[in-house]
């Protein structure tokens, strides 16, 4: 997952507390696909506000834009579930050493941010696994639907007269035709990329890949991993009882691990913690001891 990785689909990343890990994501074997009003954008945690429009020359006045609106936003994101991950920048050479800085991986304001300021791990995940795993799982009727996140800055002011600028304007029109519960399906097929699959650019260097899944249930989602994880990269300051506790739970699930450590400038993989080398366990300095 370090050495000779030359495609940048190949994994997808998942930052969190080393806790998280160990007592939920790892013990469980399973995923959380959390509420989408739960991030830490205000896009999506903010109520959308939509306008109304008409092609039929409607009285517009009619209508409770307020509680349309409302409503349409609750119905949009109240029962939108998602587990988002970094991505590689590509291309990647296959050199461990030259790649480093596109790995996904390795994006210090991810570990701060994401993995509680480096004491955390960053999951590594093999993509097509997890891809076939989400697509088969959840009920059959749930839309699901996955792709990188697009980074575009966008003008509270919207050019009305774009079909493609109308994401948060319903037609009250096609609203009336086929009734509430077929529009806010049809307005999300129609607007998905833009409401689920776009952020500010300020957000570029997370190079976010996402599963969003809209579902029927109130709760949480949970996805049986099985074989998708491919290894754990523990933090510069993860503490030596998480990493022995996780290396412990994972030992009989063939993964690949390695420590990140920070050398100046630069991050750099931990080679010389013999606790990453396969078939060693206990401290990176017990199979250096010797009998007398």
């Known amino acids: 997952m370090i050495e000779k990785v030359t495609s940048s689909d190949q994994f997808i990343y998942h930052y969190t507390k080393a806790s998280t890990a160990l007592e939920y994501i790892l013990k469980s074997r399973t995923l959380r696909f959390g509420k989408y009003n739960n991030t830490n954008d205000p896009k999506e945690t903010k109520n959308w506000e939509f306008d109304l429009g008409t092609n039929e ?50 994006k210090p304001r991810m570990w701060a941010q994401y993995a509680e300021n480096h004491t955390g791990v960053c999951l590594v995940f093999h993509h097509e696994k997890l891809s076939k795993l989400i697509n088969s799982a959840f009920e059959a009727n749930n839309l699901k639907m996955s792709g990188p996140v697009k980074y575009v800055n966008r003008s509270v002011i919207r050019n009305l007269n774009n079909p493609g600028d109308q994401q948060y304007t319903i037609n009250v029109d096609y609203l009336e035709t086929i009734g509430r519960k077929a529009y806010a399906e049809a307005h999300l097929k129609t607007h998905y990329q833009r409401l689920f699959f776009e952020k500010m650019t300020d957000w570029k260097d997370e190079a976010e890949w996402r599963y969003v899944v809209f579902t029927t249930t109130e709760d949480d989602l949970y996805l049986d991993i099985k074989d998708s994880l491919a290894g754990i990269i523990f933090g510069e300051n993860t503490q030596e009882i998480m ?35 396969p078939g060693i366990k206990g401290s990176p300095w017990g199979a250096l001891i010797t009998k007398v």
């Open 57 to 106: 020359n409607r009285d517009l006045g009619k209508y409770n834009m307020r509680e349309l609106s409302s409503w349409l936003s609750s119905e949009l994101k109240h029962k939108t579930r998602l587990t988002c991950f970094s991505m590689d920048s590509g291309p990647l050479k296959g050199n461990h050493i030259q790649d480093i800085f596109k790995r996904g991986f390795c």
């Open 243 to 277: 990493i022995q506790n996780i290396m412990e739970q994972t030992e009989s699930w063939d993964l690949k691990y390695m420590g990140l450590k920070w050398k100046n400038c630069s991050p750099w993989y931990d080679y010389g913690n013999l606790r990453y080398v």
